[in-house]
Nanobody
Framework: QVQLRDSGGGLVQAGGSLSVSCAAPGRPFSGYVVAWFRQGPGKEREFVAAITWSGGYTHYGDSVKGRFTISKDTAKNTVYLQMSSLKPEDTAVYYC??????????????????WGQGTQVIVSS
């Protein structure tokens, strides 16, 4: 397993934007699917977005489509989640996760073996 490093969370007002990032120190993301999940207060963990390192294919959860964008920077071996038009219900701890393979079952958190420690995003109304 690889310890991913997610960062960039913070406090933002509703309607604002924030970006979080996910890096894998010492381990290239090649051949990986990298995803973001989140867990809000009193809620179950929820799929947010996923991207394949090869090809850059993406998928988004219904609640964030059109507002969030997942992307990758090959040179920096980093995946980003750009969040816009944030709502109070986006408040959660955001976790990046990684696994080798394809986007099959991309939204199943139990299929990901590598996780970050989580970064807190708070959206105030």
């Amino acid at each position: 397993q690889v310890q991913l490093r997610d960062s960039g969370g913070g406090l933002v007002q509703a309607g604002g934007s924030l970006s979080v990032s996910c890096a894998a120190p010492g381990r290239p993301f090649s051949g990986y699917v990298v995803a973001w999940f989140r867990q809000g207060p009193g809620k179950e963990r929820e799929f947010v977005a996923a991207i394949t390192w090869s090809g850059g294919y993406t998928h988004y959860g219904d609640s964030v489509k059109g507002r969030f964008t997942i992307s990758k920077d090959t040179a920096k071996n980093t995946v980003y989640l750009q969040m816009s038009s944030l709502k109070p219900e986006d408040t959660a701890v955001y976790y990046c996760a990684g696994r080798s393979g394809t986007l099959l079952n991309y939204n199943r958190d139990y299929l990901y073996g590598d996780w970050g420690q989580g970064t807190q995003v708070i959206v105030s109304s």
